[in-house]
C-alpha cells in the first residue's frame, strides 16, 4: 500500500476508467488503503499528456497544441508535483512504449531521430542552432 497520495474523486473516477473497474469498488479499495495511489496517480499524469500532446488517436482532430515546457508545469500544477518530477514520468513512458516525443513542443518523432538530436524534433533542433 503506497499512502504518500491521497486521490481525489476526480481521480477515482478517472482511475476506474483507465483501469476498467467498477468505481465503488476502486472507491471502496482506496478508503481501506489497499491501492497504490502513486501508480495510479502516474496512469493519470500520463493519460493527461498523451492527451496534450495528441498521443491518443481519438484526440488526432484536436488542433491545439502546446510545448513540452507548457505541459509539464500544467500538469505538475495540477497534481501539486515538481516539474522535474513530471518530466521523468514522461521519458520513462515515451522510452518504455517506444513513443517519442518531442521535449520541447511535445510531438511524435521517430526513435532515431530522437536519439539523434537529443529529444527534440528537427524544427526544434534547428532553431537551437547557431548559425
Given at each position: 500500500c503506497n499512502l504518500k497520495f491521497l486521490l481525489t474523486d476526480e481521480m477515482i473516477q478517472r482511475a476506474a476508467a483507465i483501469f476498467d473497474l467498477d468505481e465503488a469498488t476502486l472507491r471502496k479499495l482506496h478508503d481501506m488503503a489497499l491501492l497504490n495511489t502513486e501508480y495510479i496517480r502516474n496512469a493519470i499524469l500520463i493519460r493527461d499528456y498523451e492527451k496534450l500532446t495528441k498521443g491518443l488517436i481519438y484526440l488526432a482532430k484536436d488542433d491545439q497544441t502546446y510545448t513540452f515546457s507548457e505541459i509539464k508545469k500544467a500538469i505538475a500544477k495540477k497534481y501539486h508535483l515538481s516539474v522535474a518530477y513530471v518530466a521523468?514520468?514522461?521519458?520513462?513512458?515515451?522510452?518504455?512504449?517506444?513513443?517519442?516525443?518531442?521535449?520541447?513542443?511535445?510531438?511524435?518523432?521517430?526513435?532515431?531521430?530522437?536519439?539523434?538530436?537529443?529529444?527534440?524534433?528537427?524544427?526544434?533542433?534547428?532553431?537551437?542552432?547557431?548559425?
Open positions: 521523468r514520468q514522461v521519458v520513462n513512458t515515451t522510452r518504455n512504449e517506444n513513443i517519442f516525443y518531442c521535449k520541447e513542443c511535445g510531438t511524435i518523432m521517430k526513435e532515431a531521430e530522437w536519439k539523434r538530436t537529443g529529444g527534440v524534433c528537427s524544427d526544434c533542433y534547428i532553431a537551437k542552432m547557431n548559425v
